[in-house]
C-alpha cells in the first residue's frame, strides 16, 4: 500500500549526527589568533628591554668603579705630594742644625789659630794655645794649638755630630731625587743650600789653608748658607 511506502521511505532516511557536547558543557568558542600573535610579538620587545636595563645597570657600576679609582688615585697622589712637602721641609731644618754647629766649631778653630798666631788670651781657647793647661806660656806653633783642640773630646764629639749630620741629609737629599713638578723650584733652591752647607760643615770637619784663607773661606760659606736658607724659608708655609 502507498502508506506503507512511505513509511519505509522514511525509515530509510540518514539521521544527522548531534553535536558532541563540549568537555565543559559549554558551546565551543572559536579561537581568537590575534591575541596569541599580539603576545608572541610583545616576547623579543620583552626581552630587548631586560637587555638594555642589565647593559645601563653595567655601564653604571663600570662608570662608579671607574670615578673610585680616580678619586683613589688623586688621593694618593695628594698624601705623596703632602709628604714630599714634609721631607723636604725636614731635611732643611736638619741642614740648618748641622750649619749651626759647623758655624760654632769654625769659630772656635779660627779663635783658637788667631789667638795661638797673635798671642790673644781668651778663656775659650787658653786651654789649647797655652801650656799648663791655659795658665802657662803660649805654644810657638800653631799647629800644636789646632791638634790640641782636635783630640779634645767634647771638640770631637762636636766634629762627630757635624759628620752624623752629613750622612743624614745625604740620605734624605737621596730619597728627594726626581721631585714632583710642583716642587720642581723647591728643589732647586734645595739643592743650592746643600751644596753651601757642604763646604761650610767640611771647612768645620778638615780645616786647611792659611788663617787667612780659612777665615775668608768661612765668611764666604757662612753667608752662602744663610742666604741659600732664608731662601728655602720661601718655599714654606708659616
Known amino acids: 500500500s502507498r502508506s506503507s511506502a512511505a513509511s519505509d521511505v522514511y525509515k530509510r532516511q540518514p539521521e544527522s549526527p548531534a553535536p558532541e557536547p563540549s568537555p565543559c558543557g559549554a558551546d565551543p568558542v572559536p579561537e581568537q589568533a590575534a591575541p596569541v600573535a599580539q603576545e608572541t610579538a610583545a ?19 663600570i662608570i662608579i668603579a671607574v670615578i673610585a679609582a680616580v678619586c683613589a688615585l688623586r688621593a694618593s697622589r695628594a698624601k705623596a705630594m703632602e709628604a714630599y712637602g714634609d721631607q723636604l721641609e725636614s731635611v732643611t731644618y736638619t741642614m740648618l742644625s748641622g750649619a749651626a754647629d759647623a ?97 761650610l760643615t767640611n771647612l768645620a770637619c778638615s780645616p786647611s789653608g792659611s788663617l787667612q784663607s780659612y777665615a775668608d773661606d768661612f765668611n764666604t760659606a757662612d753667608t752662602a748658607t744663610l742666604t741659600a736658607y732664608n731662601r728655602m724659608e720661601l718655599h714654606f708655609d708659616d
Open 43 to 61: 616576547d623579543p620587545q620583552k626581552a630587548k628591554q631586560k637587555k638594555l636595563i642589565l647593559l645601563i645597570a653595567a655601564a653604571a657600576i
Open 103 to 199: 758655624e760654632t766649631a769654625c769659630n772656635l778653630i779660627k779663635s783658637v789659630w788667631y789667638n795661638a798666631i797673635f798671642e790673644e788670651s781668651d778663656p775659650e781657647t787658653d786651654p789649647f794655645t797655652r801650656r799648663d793647661g791655659g795658665t802657662g806660656s803660649f805654644y810657638s806653633d800653631f799647629n800644636t794649638a789646632l791638634s790640641l783642640l782636635f783630640i779634645d773630646a767634647d771638640f770631637i764629639a762636636d766634629i762627630d755630630a757635624i759628620e752624623d749630620n752629613q750622612a743624614e741629609v745625604k740620605e734624605a737629599i737621596q730619597a728627594l731625587a726626581d721631585p714632583p713638578e710642583q716642587y720642581q723650584s723647591a728643589y732647586d733652591d734645595l739643592m743650592d743650600f746643600y751644596d753651601a752647607y757642604l763646604i
